[in-house]
């Protein structure tokens, strides 16, 4: 079976699931969460009928909140996001913003009792903090990657180049996540927030695992056929470890996600279908993108991307 | 073989171990004798907010950007402010510093966010209170007149005992500059303090008028402490002495220093969630859990037979093992972190499956049983361990992004599944290899059939 030969398809493949939701995120950018924008998310149950959300619109409105938008929920709650409601602070009253006891107390006279399920409160400078910190984390999580992966494949001929790559292909994992995201948000209303970020982080870590077993394959092999061309042995490694990763991957990871993402309540549904995709993603690039980079950059063959087509299918 | 039965033994040990605080909810170990409990410790399982409902609440330094604040500064900030929510009588409230400049604030299942919110947002007010010869005990609520409203004479007290007692303040805690705590050459601690030039004429007149009487030390409202005033202090430095211990005299000494916040806090983010919502994730996330984890079991079976069962079991033993460790460590599962768990379980397999499959690879290429077995450990072993490790250097990274950051999903998540990844290493190597060492003394040499091993 020579799977690395196609390998400027499976590079085009990943090109169109990424580049529309690039497109979309290059329009509309990411469909951020109260978490890194700022923000509230009040979600209350009506103890009597649920009010028209227009009515609730109406009532922030009154207190001087524009943004308000309503949803009701399936399971009966009425979920609210607004901009930023300042806190009871006892003594101190800015005047500028509405506070959420102001808008409980409003809510409360106009339609009835209700009992707060959840209220999100973030300030608008913590958001803009979350992000940088998350992806300083990640740069830093990548960098530590590259240095631990050059040291310990340092028997190999340009070990560095394995460490270089399993992060190209780990890009590639988050560009997938992100532009299914931007999908997700532009047809279903899926929003960025903490958990999603949680679930990146985890395709990061399975990502670099996966690359790891297959790059593990390859050194293992190097040292067995040193004759052979760096192709075959490539694809010979990845053919030797298939069937691992379909089982760990598909069978037993994927399985408990599907799972969560069937049975397991909606606060974690985005965040397991995010994490199937994510690993999904993992386990693919590590064969069909990490794999076949490694061919290229060992060849070389940039050299003869821009020169005429039989050139290169003679290789 | 010597080995295989010490090995059984470290594993029985270690899952009863597991299984005793799986089960309890607190461990005790009485003295066989006198029947006194020689060691306990509390092991009830610790829910995180997004599943028993409660309050989340980030406190930010109040202050223009680039000022340097002291970790001195963001520490006592944090004991005042436990101090007032512990008033409150949230139970298991935790306060924790984040960063530089942030404070995280959780109290699981409180009734009245609101309440709590105000109590963190309030500034603190230290004043110092003339009792005049009424001896106050410390922790006993007190009004006073500092915000207006008249005193009441205390040479002349109201008959009737339900009239409260509104105290004089003498002064408020902002004049005093210093405060330190040193020892006497009986090695008695004392309160060295200094006051401003306001202060101290303040104090000079009142401290020479009300000597022998008592002068209270009231931080928001709440008598810390009442000495008597010895001597006349005219000068602006005193001493408050008696009855410290180390512990004790630096606590007055932070108080009186900071009595207000060192620095001021205003609140930039918080959470609440209802109860009905959390224990609802909870039981769905577990329903869902169950039923990956039992579809996953069978697949083991019948794709791997023996080894697969034998690793079926592995797992439950890992399962056993890491809900341990995270009730003896007190390890708060968050919703995140049930999640992670999941995950890891699969993680776990992971290491299961490259041996199986190394495995099968070496008795398809003709070994037998025995070598094939051993082989696919020695083989499958650099992968899991390098594989494994870039787990484990990710999870610390993310775990210092959470505590930094207050992020306590990131943070229980990176745990969990640090965690996960390295229980996962030992029973992998440990229980499905004991166990299938084992299985191999049952199975005589030319009888084995590979149809067990999945081929």
Redesign the interface.
Known sequence: MNILGKRYWYFALSLLVILPGMVLIALNGLPLSIDFTGGSIL?V?FAGETPAPADVVAVYESLGVKDAQVQTTG?GTVQIRSSFL??????EDTGETAT??AVQAALREEFGEL?????????P??GR??TQ??A??VA??AL??VF??TY?FRGLEHAFRYGVIAIVAMIHDVAVVMSITALGGQFWGWQVD??F??AL??V???S???K??VF??I??NSNVYRRLPYETLANHSII??L??SI??QL???E??????A????I??RE??VI?LIGLFSGTYSSIFIAAPILVVWEKQEWKTWFRRKEETQTI | MRNLSSRLILIAVIVALAAWIDFSTELKIPNPITGQTLWRRDVSPKLGLDLRGGLQVVLEADLPEGTEISNEQMETARLILENRTNALGVNESVLQVAGSNRIVGEFPGVADPDEVKATLGQTGRLEFVDFGFLPIAAGTVVQTDVEGGEATDLNNLPTDPTTPIIYHTVMTGDKIETALVSTSQLGEYYIAFTLTSEGAAIFGEHTSTHTEQYLGIVLDKVVISAPTIGSAITSGEGVIEGGFTADSANALAIQLRYGSLPIPFKVVESRVVGPTLGQDSLQKSLVAGLVGIIVVFLFMGIFYRVPGVLADFAIIIYALIAFAVFKYFHFTLTLAGVAGFLLSTGAALDANILIFERMKEELRAGRTLRTAVDLGWTRAWSSIRDSNLATIITSVILFWFGSTFGATIVKGFALTLALGVGISLFTAILVTRTLLNLVLKFIKPGTENPKWFGI
């Open positions: 979600e149950r399971t300042s806190e009871a602070s006892g003594e959420s006891t009992t707060v399920e959840r209220f999100d409160s973030v300030g400078s913590i903090q979350v910190r998350a300083l984390a830093i999580a530590a990657v631990y992966i310990t903490a958990l970020l949680t982080l985890t990061i870590g399975f670099v695992q996966d790891i077993v593990d394959r050194r293992e030797q470890t069937q691992r089982n760990t069978m037993t990871v399985f408990m996600l599907l799972a969560l069937l049975f397991g309540g606060t974690l965040f397991a994490l």
